[in-house]
Nanobody
């Protein structure tokens, strides 16, 4: 069983940028769908962005469209979330997650937490006003 290790979180001022990373070990990343979810204090976990196994399809929740970009580097077994124009409401713990590609899967980006197989421990992102 491999691991997902998030990094790059921290404190940033509103309007600033941050890139968080998810290093995947013990697996061949090209066989997996990936996503970033986030959970703010007192709120349920929600999806921020997702990317298909090929990278050909992406999904963004409405509140981050135009500001966040998810990408993957299969050679480095790493997934990234580039966040720009950050807002205080983006403050949350950001979790990396993966879904093993099934034989019946299409090249889509899944947005439901229940479809994912494994999760990282999360990285804290705090945006100050």
């Amino acid at each position: 069983q491999g691991q997902l290790v998030e990094s790059g979180g921290g404190l940033v001022q509103a309007g600033g940028s941050l890139r968080i990373s998810c290093a995947v070990s013990g697996r061949t990343l090209s066989s997996y769908y990936m996503a970033w979810f986030r959970q703010a204090p007192g709120k349920e976990r929600e999806i921020a962005a997702a990317i298909s196994w090929s990278g050909g399809s992406t999904y963004y929740t409405d509140s981050v469209k135009g500001r966040f970009t998810i990408s993957r580097d299969n050679a480095k077994n790493t997934v990234y979330l580039q966040m720009s124009s950050l807002k205080p409401e983006d403050t949350a713990v950001y979790f990396c997650t993966l879904r093993r590609r099934r034989s019946y899967d299409s090249d889509t980006a899944y947005d439901a937490a229940r479809t994912y197989d494994d999760w990282g421990q999360g990285t804290q992102v705090t945006v100050s006003a």
